[in-house]
């Protein structure tokens, strides 16, 4: 909440054109219409000025709230509100009518403002985004490749644990080029490999159609234009986090933590000081329990869900691999909840304690410490085979070190020629 001004203006935002309204403490006030082009939005701007308003207030609506609120924020205080905690029932609606009850909100301070963080946070989000979606379009085009082999008969996947790997890669490049069985497994020298030649010789005695071996190539080729994006991501992400060194170095001596992950919950969460307890953070990644009081009876339920549901999404896949791990604190809460409450729910409440502990960690800049860990923890760089344990102790070193892990050159199979 906000205390009441002498003038305020709302705005109601829409992708080619935006309704505002500057109403003032007689109640008296003034709409009119612009274009969300640049031209229209300084001449916004000026006559905002001119009106002498405290402040603007519009709604997130998408993304077109961005350059609205890029041109004014100098100029003015500038909040962005959800439409949820500001949405108005009338009998009909309109634009004007919108404007209208937004800047009455405003002016009377009524209003929970959404929290805009600093144009060097916003590119960490974007960055990190980005890179979140091109991991799924790689999952995508991998699963399209498996589910060309499994309609062709080929069930390799319970066999071998990576078709993407090394002898993977040479199995499929075998099968686009219809190479006989021993011919294709006269090229895999893994050990464990080896030990499986009858179970991969009836996994791969389908037979692949010309338009399937067209459609495996088709998704090879997006899935190498992918990693080599992946990579461009990963880079770009550890240069823009040199100087967040210190708690990107926190974060990895969680368990259950890593790289990519560090990197996607700090940009998520920004400045960590804008939270006065565990329980405000909590709130913001929409981890809270639903509260419901009436009559002197309160019922908890589930998670409310109404915060950053990037940041939830991230937590949630690190609880899920901390409840597969071995030897720590985590592993021992969440076979402690399981009993109580089922798998499910013993996931989100780790995700909510390990942002709990994540709040504390980089509030008194201190590193993780678990007695139950017997072994260092280690780092894990994708796509590389070899993964060997970094230095903690010296983020700027372990920085230098992921950079130049990342720029080894694998080599890859040449799955595209077919004969």
Partial sequence: MFPRVDSACGIDVHRSKLTATIIDASGSYETKNYSTQLPDLIRLRDWI????????????????????????????????????????????????????????????GHFKASYIPDERVRDYRDLCRSYKNLVKERTRYRNRIHTILSRAGIRITPVISDLFGKSGLIILDGL???????????????????????????????????????????????????????????????DLFENDSEQI?????????????????????????????????????????????????????????????HLRTYLVECASALS????????QFYERIKRK??????????????????????TNKEMYEDPLMTKPKQIKIPKLKTRQPIDLTNASQMLRSVMARIAVKTKTIDVYSHT
């Fill in 49 to 108: 000025v001119e009106n002498n308003c405290s402040r603007v207030l519009m709604e997130a609506t998408g993304v077109y709230w961005v350059p609205v609120y890029t041109i004014l924020e100098p100029a003015v205080p500038t909040f962005v509100a959800n439409p949820y905690f500001i949405k108005y029932v009338p009998s009909s609606k309109t634009d004007t009518k919108d404007a209208v009850w937004i800047a009455e909100i405003c002016l009377d």
């Fill in 176 to 238: 686009l080029k219809r190479k006989t069985f021993d011919e294709i497994f006269a090229q895999l020298s893994h050990p464990s490999i080896v030990k499986k030649r009858e179970k991969i010789e009836a996994a791969i005695c389908g037979e692949l159609t010309e338009n399937d071996i067209f459609g495996i190539q088709s998704a090879h080729r997006m899935l190498q234009e992918i990693e080599k994006e992946i990579d461009i991501h990963l880079s770009r992400m550890v």
């Fill in 249 to 309: 170095k926190i974060l990895l001596s969680v368990p259950g933590i890593q790289l990519q992950s560090a990197s996607m919950m700090l940009a998520e969460i920004g400045d960590v000081t804008r939270f006065p307890s565990a329980k405000q953070i909590v709130r913001y990644a929409g981890l809270d329990p639903r509260v419901s009081e009436s009559a002197g009876k309160t019922r908890m339920g589930s998670i409310s869900k109404q915060g950053n549901k």
């Fill in 324 to 331: 597969r791990s071995k030897d720590n604190m985590f592993r």
């Fill in 341 to 362: 409450k089922g798998h499910k729910q013993a996931v989100v409440a780790v995700a909510r304690k390990l942002l709990t502990i994540i709040y504390h960690l980089l």
